[in-house]
């Protein structure tokens, strides 16, 4: 019996979790912390298969937890379980030690599969995550342009490769157009181009979008 200790501020989320697993015969949840400080804690004076950690903690970031966990237990399996895109987390993560990183939206099949393939000692990527690495792979020692990009200015610039105007992408994002429109000046720079429909080849050839 493998077992699990969650990390999570919701208590609901918790409890969803405990009876999700406690339906298997190989998995079961017994720890619980509502904070970072409470997940390091128990991991100084405990012993689990498999931590499940929020990226979203009331006290400490999750990959701050992270990083603390695993100058602890380095052996110790971490799966990041968030809310948050994989876009904006989901590498930092796995630079930062994680195991793998699960959205909460995913189906069950989808999170129990995860669970079981880190606590089994492989590293969990989803099918979106590894389709986009693989979309970013370059030759050896060439960093691509939109790896410069923040993960706001990515959101902009594939909504720009879109022909979605500056307004409506303005009222998307609860920005004003003129913090738009820096963006959009920020992007052409960092990329190398001067138009929005060269923005948009980027955006093909490195399908991006």
């Known amino acids: 019996m493998a077992t699990v200790l969650i990390v999570d501020d919701h208590a609901v989320v918790r409890g969803g979790l405990r009876q999700f697993l406690a339906g298997t015969d190989d998995l079961k949840i017994t720890a619980e912390a ?9 991991v100084k004076s405990g012993e689990w298969s498999l931590v499940l950690l929020d990226i979203a903690l009331p006290d400490l970031s999750g990959l701050e937890v992270l ?3 695993k100058r602890l237990r380095p052996d110790l399996p971490v799966l990041i379980f968030s809310m948050f895109s994989e876009d904006e987390f989901a590498i930092p993560s796995l630079e930062a030690g994680a195991s793998g990183y699960l959205n909460k939206d995913s189906p069950p099949s989808q999170i129990l599969g995860a669970i079981r393939t880190v606590v089994d000692g492989a ?6 995550l590894a389709e986009k690495l693989l ?3 370059a030759p050896a020692g060439r960093k691509l342009a939109h ?4 993960p706001r200015e990515t959101e902009v610039l594939l909504m720009l490769s879109k ?14 157009v003129k913090t738009v429109s820096t963006y959009r000046s920020r992007i052409l720079e960092k990329l190398g ?6 923005l948009t080849r980027y955006v093909i050839e490195n399908r991006l979008g």
């Open 34 to 42: 509502a904070t970072g400080a409470e997940a390091v804690d128990l």
């Open 67 to 69: 990083k603390r966990i």
């Open 123 to 128: 590293r969990y990527i989803s099918p979106t």
């Open 135 to 137: 979309a970013g792979v």
């Open 147 to 150: 790896e410069a990009l923040s």
């Open 163 to 176: 022909g979605t105007t500056l307004t409506r992408i303005g009222d998307s994002l609860h920005l004003s």
């Open 193 to 198: 181009v001067q138009s929005n429909a060269e």
